[in-house]
């Protein structure tokens, strides 16, 4: 990595003259972000000083996915872990972690509401249809000290539409019997905002045995200005899927029949039902003091039937999984400006969670006969987990072109754990976790600053049995502290443009690949994850936009401890590209014709943590797109994704279900084509 050269540059500016204009934030911006999201008086993810994207809502609205996570790839540096088995489809990933499920590093937000389950995956996003989403917020880093609980690398923040005056609707049929509904509706009069959605999509999918079936509904009820010194509001949102599993596929099965789907896998699927109801109160105490605050409530029910190998003996592979959570929190933060120079905020969040966890094991069939009475039950478990986290930040600015912001963060942890046979036991005893941060930025111009920031997060066991909690001969365990620091610099090449690059490093002490619906856990010891994030997004012209970025990172494992024999030190941690490329230009054509073209790649990357079963799961794909407005009302759009019929697949190494480990592969979708009729009333 060019580390000295990056410095050497941003010395030069800083001896450079400057004009010293009002300190810009480093966040970027891509697309439309709609007016109406209400957060005067609280701190913004943009003035927190760290690497900020934002993908707006003429960037997402139009978009054919299969799940609304597919969205961030047009982001920067952003990993998609495309499993493709029906409800568990994927998830995102970045700055070096990876979408594995041992270790998931990224907090995720709808509307502000924390929305990950227990494990820290990221399903509560499938809820979200692209045509209510205004915009997605990504912020990469150490240094927020808003999140505590799986903010280890950063945070994620959907914002969903509020507010406005409108009735958008989108009906569309693709490739593989794909049908798509979306309707949103928006009303607002006299201070009442409401705002609803419904959408439906269906498809037969691109492999046998790979159909899908899902529903959701939402609703969003605002009432009050702070002008008035009081606004109140209501979300809620209800979501139901069904779909087959396909399957996992050995390297033979793959290359002999692709699209196919194994005789074991024939009664794998996954029912999956999810709810979120937030309470939303902000409160202008007085002309510069503002108090914010938000109750929720998640559900997560899940039934997934999997199937991993032909194995008919030793780990029985043929498995039922049910989850069963309930997550009740709130969050509050209280945001003073005495000056102009100052800001000071503090927050404070609760968490209860009450989970259920089984996993039964069935005798071998072909296919798998979940309506057997299992062989045995594995896991029968109910857990509690309790998270209460409180933090400070100031934003000090003693003049135009230098802001200033430390932040200190604590988190604490309780809770127990039932298992069968009477069994039970606490959490872990992490004690007060601590977590200082500074960032600081300094404008020389009004389109030109440099950044730096430093901060610690953390990483603590999930799950319902050892080592998560202190079951009979589990001994005591240590969070995993992150520490991370990032130098950067935001500035505009030429006019319509907007740019950034970084370099960053994060060291975890103690880390720990963890997967609780597998009861795996491995301990990698010390970690280091470094990078260099360069992005560009620019408006060429008035009919040309053009956008950009490339991240190059790795993560390796700096010291376990183990005997030499055992020792992972130097290893690559698995399924971590070293790089993640993607480019977009959209042409205005005419007045009423729109072309677009996107690209994404992503390299090679090992399997496990030994680094000796090969590289897989790089890819280099391309997508193309046409709008076409009948109307000032309404347009159509044509899609064709993995235009070039890409042949690749998602990759994982079974070290666990097959008599010898191998590699295990899902495939991608090949060419397809989608046409949606789109309506703004």
Known sequence: MKIHALVAALAAVLLAPDSRAQSSDAALTLGRVDAHQHTEGQLTAHQVLTSVDVLGADQIEDKNVSHSWELLGQMPGIQLTETRQGAESGKVSFRAFNGEGYLNAIKTLIDGVPSNVNSGNQRFIDMLFPLEISFIEVVRGTNDPRYGLHNIGGNVNFGTRQG???????????????????????????????????GTQASEGYRDHDSSRKYAIGGKWFYGSLDDG?????????????????????????????????????????????????????????????????????????????????????????????????????????????GATLTLEGGVNVEHQDNGYIRERFSY?????????????????????DNYGAYVQAIYQPIDALKIVPAYRVDRFDGDTRLPGGITGPLQRYGTIEQPKLSVVYAFTDSTNVYANWGRTFQVLTGSTAPAYLT??????????????????????????????????????NEVSNMPATGTTVTLGKTRRRGVDAQISAQVGEKWTVWASHAYQEARIERDGRDASLSLEGREVAATPRYISNIGVDYQATDTLQIGLQGRAQGDYYLEERNVAGKYGGFAVLDLSARYDITP????????????????????????????PQPMFSPAAGRSLHLAFNMKL
């Open 472 to 509: 009979p001969g589990q001994g005591a365990m240590n969070p995993s502290t992150n520490t991370g620091m990032e130098l950067g610099m935001k500035f505009s090449p030429f006019a319509g443009s907007q740019a950034r690059i970084a370099v960053w490093q994060q060291d975890a002490a």
């Open 230 to 338: 009081i606004r109140i509001g209501l979300t809620a949102r209800a979501y139901h899927h069904e779909a087959d599993e396909p399957g996992f596929m050995t390297a033979e099965e793959l290359r002999t029949d692709r699209r196919g789907s194994q005789l074991r896998n024939a009664n794998d699927g996954d029912d999956r039902d999810m709810r979120q109801i937030g309470v939303h109160m902000d409160l202008k105490l007085a002309d510069t003091l503002f108090l914010g605050s938000k109750l929720y409530y998640n559900r997560y029910e899940d039934d997934r039937r999997v199937t991993f190998s032909d194995l008919p003996t030793g780990n029985a592979p043929r498995q039922r999984r049910v989850w069963d959570e309930t997550q009740t929190g709130m969050l509050t933060t209280l945001t003073w400006q005495p």
């Open 365 to 385: 069939a072909e296919p798998t006969d979940f309506s057997a009475t299992p062989a045995r039950v594995q896991n029968n478990d109910r857990h509690t987990f």
């Open 633 to 660: 009302r309404w347009s159509v759009d044509v899609q064709m994704k993995n235009a070039t019929d890409r042949q690749y697949a998602y990759a994982w190494y079974d070290s666990f279900f097959w008599e010898q």
């Open 164 to 198: 406005g005056t409108y009735t958008d609707g989108r009906f569309g049929y693709g490739s593989y019997n794909t049908r798509d509904a979306q309707l949103a509706i928006g009303r607002e009069n006299n201070g009442f905002a409401q705002n609803y959605f419904i």
